[in-house]
T-cell receptor, first 113, second 113 residues
């Protein structure tokens, strides 16, 4: 079992719909969770961080964290074609050296006009 | 806002040559991380520095070395290059070693022929 897992997709949603991206992690002691967006050939761009159980909203993005179930999700409301990218879930695992991030493989999102 | 700067953006080297990649963190950020991303793969942590000292080490080959200088910029030195070293190399920075949010630079695309 990978330490951080995502469905590779592609996840296809129509423009204007809600895209739901999920991520699970193996270590119950994990405390820090991040969502990055990465366009092909570009660098990961931090879009959300979440540290506590519950929801965190920022514009069209909502991150949800459930430590008991060991999953973190990202909702994108009113999806736009420009949201089409790979979304990387990253976790700072307790057994990681320092603050290194472990990524979940990414989910490719396609928003169709 | 100022971002992480990496140079060069593209680099072509032959097998057994050496390469040096440079990273200039966001102003006031004192922690630097290096990641390697192969085609279709997640970023993999290589090494990190905090206040000019190596803080953590990941899957960095012995042929690679890195350091952080007094102005907080960092250099990744790669020797005896192999075809398998062809990848995107990202530098990320954070405000301090206790801040978990990492901001990635645009990356250096290294091609080894």
């Amino acid at each position: 079992q990978k330490e951080v897992e995502q469905n590779s997709g592609p996840l296809s949603v129509p423009e204007g719909a809600i895209a739901s991206l999920n991520c699970t992690y193996s270590d119950r002691g994990s405390q820090s969770f991040f969502w990055y967006r990465q366009y092909s050939g570009k660098s990961p761009e931090l879009i959300m961080s979440i540290y506590s159980n519950g929801d965190k909203e920022d514009g069209r993005f909502t991150a949800q964290l459930n430590k008991a179930s060991q999953y973190v999700s990202l909702l994108i409301r009113d999806s736009q074609p420009s949201d089409s990218a790979t979304y990387l879930c990253a976790v700072n695992l307790p057994n990681n050296a320092g603050n290194m991030l472990t990524f979940g493989g990414g989910t490719r999102l396609m928003v169709k006009p | 806002a100022a971002g992480v700067i990496q140079s060069p953006r593209h680099l072509i080297k032959e097998k057994r040559e050496t390469a040096t990649l440079k990273c200039y963190p966001i102003p006031r950020h004192d922690t630097v991380y290096w990641y390697q991303q192969g085609p279709g793969q997640d970023p993999q942590f290589l090494i990190s520095f905090y206040e000019k000292m190596q803080s953590d080490k990941g899957s960095i080959p012995d042929r690679f070395s890195a350091q952080q200088f007094s102005d907080y910029h960092s250099e990744l030195n790669m020797s005896s290059l192999e075809l398998g070293d062809s990848a995107l190399y990202f530098c990320a920075s954070s405000l301090s070693v206790s801040s978990y949010e990492q901001y990635f630079g645009p990356g250096t695309r290294l091609t080894v022929t």
